[in-house]
């Protein structure tokens, strides 16, 4: 009967708990349950890297597991297997945080009637599997219907290319003279597919927003820079309508934590759509501030002059294939996945987006982005490490050529390639791997910050050395790597860290990086 | 000075026929592919001073015939660019590793393509008309 047995794994430090939830199994019939039982954590990954087990009984405060830190740990050691929490009485606020953390149940100790527990985990079981198959075939559905669309427009820009390249090559006069007619005609051709066109990519790149393929770069970014680029870009397109198009930055602005390349195409969807929305001689105006309402928060707004948006409608705007009831004659409606874009781009950045209006008098589109903060980047770990003797450690990996100039394209590639292979070195999920803190050039630096003290920091800095070295792709790129570490002062603290130590802490960081920084400029002017 | 010659490998006629047009106006002589295997067997025979790949072929796609051309030294040297309606930067990369100088995206403006065309050849660029691609970028 042992194949049909259902295989738990207890980890539980306290001999005296283990033993009384032995005792809950003996009235079960015998041979339906195989009980294991280990008392650490690094036991329990161990057994579940060895052994198939159907089900883990976590208790949440082990000798070298605490809190919330623990079920990621369990979690991620086996995530396949479903996990239910043991807590105390006073812990139940932190047992339903633990169920965010991939928990299917939580059971308070001292709260467990006999019965109740075999029940409890046969329906833990039952409840993940079901979950696990939804998962499943949602996935698939997802993938079906996104490679339906990437094929479906992949096919309609073959024709579409074929229209463009004739239509130019008789405007051309490639073919013949053309009279100011035929001319004339042709160039609405030219017009309606270059609409088309950007309708496939509108689809296109919804299609990826809904798989999470988009992939988003979060780093350090001058919206500044972004605006005034976009702003004299759009220029022209302005003033074609007539429309004055202007900007307007507050001064010493902080970066933010975004995407540039997405921050871009954000500017573009919204100041594209304000001026189709107003008059001739109308203005529109891009405001970026910081927001009143949340200094963590950089405030952006399109203001246009134009006619408005209906009362009620201001939310309806960003749904899917949304168009405006009475758009413009002359023009021509869109998809209707612009706005859409727009806002799943800027709230997979953390940022938020609304409209205001007044029917007749112009409305305005605003956005949130985050700013960057080494701070709010590193909080969550050194919360993760109260208990820890801590010394904190900021890694430094730096990326040269021999030459001391990268191309551009290599850059970017080994960028990423050094990205993937600090990520596996970290330690746990306490350690931070910052953003990308500066322009590109002759070098590039990689900043760890390590919490979890003076072991990982020698093991991360041994690791990274080593897994640099071995990795393939870099092997053959020619780059040379350098691999430092420095220790920042840090405190022992008994309770969570306070906002004024995280600060303090992250200035210090700030000033490493700034130095390596200007260094970098120093070494190539 | 005799025209250079350009191979296009396009399975779809009136592409192919557009990007004739077009290159046949600007003096350069052009020679077609309509798969893979005719794609490296058209190389073979004119020597072509440039290929303009599709990646979408039938019998092979344009990675198949990259790696055909790397594995023949006389043809390893011919530059590719690839002209494809495949998008994305996987796809990029790909053909980047592939040995590819450029890639386009279709639908392609002529004046990208000319551009491309005469940076990869190696010629100056038109008067008055921008470079409107960098080959860096790909």
């Not at chain 1, 008059?279 to 949340?294: K, L, M």
């Not at chain 1, 080494?374 to 109260?386: V, W």
Request: glycine letters at 8%; proline letters at 4%.
């Amino acid at each position: 009967m042992k194949g049909n047995a259902l295989q738990i794994l207890l980890v539980e430090d306290s001999a005296g708990d283990a033993r009384l939830l032995r005792e809950m199994f003996r009235t079960e019939t015998p041979g339906s349950f195989v009980l294991t039982h280990v008392d650490r954590m690094s036991d329990a990954i161990g057994h579940l890297s060895k052994t198939h087990v159907d089900i883990v009984l976590l208790d949440m405060g082990l000798p070298d597991g605490h809190g919330l830190e623990t079920v990621r740990r369990a979690h991620a050691a086996a995530p396949d297997v479903p996990l239910v929490v043991l807590t105390g009485m006073d812990d139940e606020l932190v047992a339903a945080e633990a169920m965010k953390e991939g928990a299917q149940d939580y059971l308070i100790k001292g709260q467990i009637e006999n019965r109740a527990l075999p029940r409890a985990l046969r329906y833990a079981i039952e409840r993940h599997r079901m979950q696990a198959e939804t998962d499943l075939l949602r996935g698939q559905q997802m993938q079906l219907k996104d490679e339906f669309l990437s094929h479906v427009s992949h096919e309609l820009r073959s024709p579409l290319t074929a229209i463009y390249q004739f239509v130019s090559i008789i405007l051309d006069g490639l073919a013949g003279e053309l009279n100011v007619q035929q001319r004339e005609y042709l160039e609405v051709i030219l017009r309606n597919s270059r609409q088309l066109k950007s309708m496939i990519d509108d689809l296109l790149e919804v299609s990826r927003i809904q798989v999470g393929k988009s992939g988003l770069e979060l780093q350090l970014t001058c919206i500044q820079d972004l605006v005034v680029d976009t702003v004299a870009t759009l220029q022209e397109t302005a003033a074609l309508k007539g429309i004055t198009l202007s900007s307007d930055i507050a001064p010493n602005l902080s970066s933010a934590y975004a995407d540039p390349t997405r921050i871009r195409q954000i500017l573009i969807i919204l100041i594209d759509n304000a001026i189709k929305f107003t008059p001739a001689s109308g203005t529109v105006q891009v405001h970026v501030r910081t927001s009143e309402r949340d200094p963590q928060f950089l405030l952006l707004e399109v203001v246009d002059s134009g006619r408005g948006i209906p009362a009620g409608m201001t939310e309806h705007i960003f749904e899917r294939l949304y168009q405006a009831p009475d758009a413009d004659k002359g023009g021509r409606k869109g998809l209707g996945l612009g706005l859409h874009i727009c806002k799943a781009l800027v709230m997979r950045q953390g940022g938020q987006v609304w409209a205001t209006s007044e029917l007749g008098k112009g409305a305005t589109l605003s956005l949130t982005l985050p700013i960057f903060s080494i701070a709010n980047l590193i909080a969550p770990a050194l919360k993760g490490a109260t208990d820890a003797e801590t010394s904190i450690a900021l890694i430094v990996t730096e990326m040269g050529s021999q030459s001391g100039w990268l191309s551009k394209g290599l850059e970017i590639e080994s960028s990423r390639e050094v990205r993937d292979v600090l990520a596996s070195c970290m330690h746990s999920d306490l350690d931070v791997l910052l953003p990308k803190m500066g322009p590109a050039s002759g070098t590039e630096f990689f900043f760890i910050v390590a919490v979890t003290g003076d072991i990982g920091r020698e093991a991360i800095t041994r690791r990274i050395r080593e897994r640099l070295e071995a990795a393939e792709k870099l092997k053959q790129s020619g780059l040379i790597f350098t691999v430092s570490c420095r220790l920042l002062p840090a405190h022992k603290h008994d309770q969570e860290p306070s906002e004024e130590y995280v600060n303090r802490l992250a200035m210090k960081i700030q000033d490493q990086v700034d130095q390596n920084l200007r260094q970098k400029v120093a070494t190539h002017e | 000075m005799s025209n250079k010659k350009i191979l296009i490998v396009e399975d779809d006629a009136d592409v192919r026929k557009g990007m004739h047009l077009r290159l046949q106006a600007n003096n350069y002589d052009t020679f077609f592919a309509v798969d893979a295997v005719s794609g490296v067997a058209e190389a073979r025979k004119h020597k072509p001073d440039l290929i303009l790949l599709d990646l979408g072929l039938p019998g092979g796609d344009g990675f198949k015939v990259m790696e055909w051309l790397a594995a023949n030294p006389y043809l390893a040297v011919i530059p590719v660019v690839v002209v494809s309606a495949r998008t994305g930067n996987a796809n990029r990369l790909k053909a980047k590793k592939a040995g590819a100088k450029a890639f386009l995206e279709k639908p392609v403006e002529n004046d990208e393509l000319l551009a491309v065309v005469r940076k990869t050849l190696g010629e100056a660029p038109k008067p008055g008309k921008a470079l409107v691609h960098d080959l860096g970028d790909l």
